[in-house]
């Protein structure tokens, strides 16, 4: 059986100053320290979710400036291939009018050409008609 004497009574004492002293010494700080962690972690959530909003709020943005720069290309495309288009019809709106005049002007030339060789193939045509003439005759006089 256990004996009820002094000793217990220090050992008790003993016990209770070092529970007091581990108290101020280890445990007070530590809990100090645990505290202060937990109010930076809480700090740092915090400005982890401000940051992850800003990313959000930027990203989207970002978005939004992209989605716009392509419809403004689209548009800038489409205007630039519109005036394109409108060109190439001038140009072949042009191309088919001098075609045009030089067939023109190569019909008038032919024509000038034609009643020049018809007004010398007449000419020639009397003249040999002539000699013809002339040789039948000289044939039958002879």
Known sequence: MIDLDYT???????FVVLVVSLKFILFDPYLKRLKKRDEVLVGYRKEAEEINRRVE????????LVKSAR???RAEYEKIKDEANLE????????????????????????RDKEKIMAEASIQVDMISK????????GQLK
């Open 57 to 64: 709020e930027l990203s989207k943005r970002f978005d939004e």
């Open 88 to 111: 190439r019809e001038e140009i072949i709106h042009k191309a088919r009018l001098e075609v045009a005049e030089i067939i023109e002007k190569g019909r008038e030339s032919l024509r």
């Open 131 to 138: 000699q013809i003439a002339e040789k039948i005759l000289k």
């Open 8 to 14: 217990l009574f220090i050992q008790l004492i003993l």
């Open 71 to 73: 419809e403004e290309a």
